[in-house]
C-alpha cells in the first residue's frame, strides 16, 4: 500500500481510533483527559471560529462544546464514514483535503490539526494552506506525539523483526507514525511558518495488567505500521512473537508498562499567548 492508502484504510471506520482513545482512557497512569489538556493549550475566549482538520469521533468539538459552548465549530475530514458519525451539524462539515482547504483566507481564528498533520505528503505545502485561512492573529493548534513515544513497544517491535527476518542484523528499528511531525521536529517545521512556536508535553503511560488490551491496541495501528516491517515478515508472525514476549513481561513484573509521550504544538504570528509580547516588544524604545 502507498502511505496515503494506508491512512485511508485506517480511517476507513471508526474502530481503530475507538481502540486508540479507549485503551489510553483504560489504562493511561496518571489518567489525564488527554483531549481537555490538549484544548487547555489555547486561551479560549468564547467567540473564534474553529477549523477542526481530521477531527476524528469528533472528541475535540464534544470537548469544545461543554467547555465554549459560544464557538464557531468547522470540520474537514478525508473519511466519509466519520464523518458521518460526526456529532457537529452537517452543515458545518466538510468532506475534502487537508492540502486543499475549501474555505476562503482569513475565515479561522484557531486551525486545529490534532494527530493529523504527519500524515499529510507535502507537510509544508499543508501548513502554508492551514495559514490562508487563518487570520492574521491566529493560531494552530497540533497535537503530535514524540519520537521517544511507545519507546518499549518499538524495541519489542524490533526484537521481533530481528528474529523473524531472514537479514535481522541489517534491520532497522521500524519507524513510528507520526515521525514526519513529532514533538522534537514539528516544532521546527512550525517555525518556519509561524513566527512563535510553543511545545507542551504530556508525559504517562500506558500500564496493562492484562496483554489482550495491549495486543489490541498494537493490532489497530497494522495499516499505518505494517509497511515498516521487513519485506519477509508479515503483521501476524509479527503479532504472534509479540504475544509471547509481552507474556514474558507481564509473568516477570505482574505488569506491562509502555512509555506515552505525546504534546501538542501551539503555533502563531501574533495571536494568542505571543499577542502581549509582541506589544510589549514593540512598544520598548529603541
Known sequence: MSRADAVRRYY???????????????????????????????????????????????????????????????????SPNLLLNHPCA????????AMRLPYSDDSFDVVMANHVLYHLADIEAGLAEIKRVLKPAGRVLAATD???????????????????????????????????FALENGTRILARHFYAVVRHDLPCQLVFDDIEPALQYLDSMRDLRQDSLPDDVSWDDMM??????????????GK???????????????????????????????
Not at 152 to 174: C, E, W, Y
Not at 240 to 253: C, E, K
Request: aromatic share 8%; proline share 5%.
Open 12 to 78: 476507513a471506520t471508526e474502530r481503530n481510533l475507538r481502540i486508540h482513545e479507549d485503551t489510553h482512557a483504560k489504562y493511561s497512569v496518571p489518567n489525564i483527559n488527554f483531549v481537555r489538556w490538549t484544548l487547555g493549550a489555547i486561551d479560549w475566549t468564547g467567540d473564534e471560529i474553529v477549523l477542526d482538520i481530521g477531527p476524528g469521533r469528533g472528541s475535540h468539538y464534544a470537548c469544545l462544546l461543554q467547555e465554549q459552548p459560544t464557538i464557531t465549530y468547522y470540520a474537514l475530514d478525508l
Open 146 to 180: 514524540s519520537q521517544q513515544n511507545l519507546i518499549q513497544l518499538q524495541m519489542l517491535i524490533h526484537r521481533a523483526n530481528v528474529f523473524l527476518s531472514d537479514n535481522g542484523t541489517k534491520v532497522n528499528p521500524p519507524a513510528l507514525p507520526c515521525e514526519a
Open 256 to 286: 506491562l508498562e509502555i512509555d506515552l509521550v505525546t504534546g501538542a504544538l501551539v503555533a502563531s504570528d501574533c495571536g494568542g499567548f505571543i499577542h502581549d509580547f509582541i506589544t510589549r516588544d514593540q512598544a520598548v524604545p529603541e
Open 90 to 97: 452537517s452543515d458545518h462539515l466538510a468532506l475534502g483535503d
Open 240 to 253: 504472534i512473537y509479540m504475544r509471547q514476549f509481552m507474556t514474558q513481561l507481564m509473568g516477570a513484573s
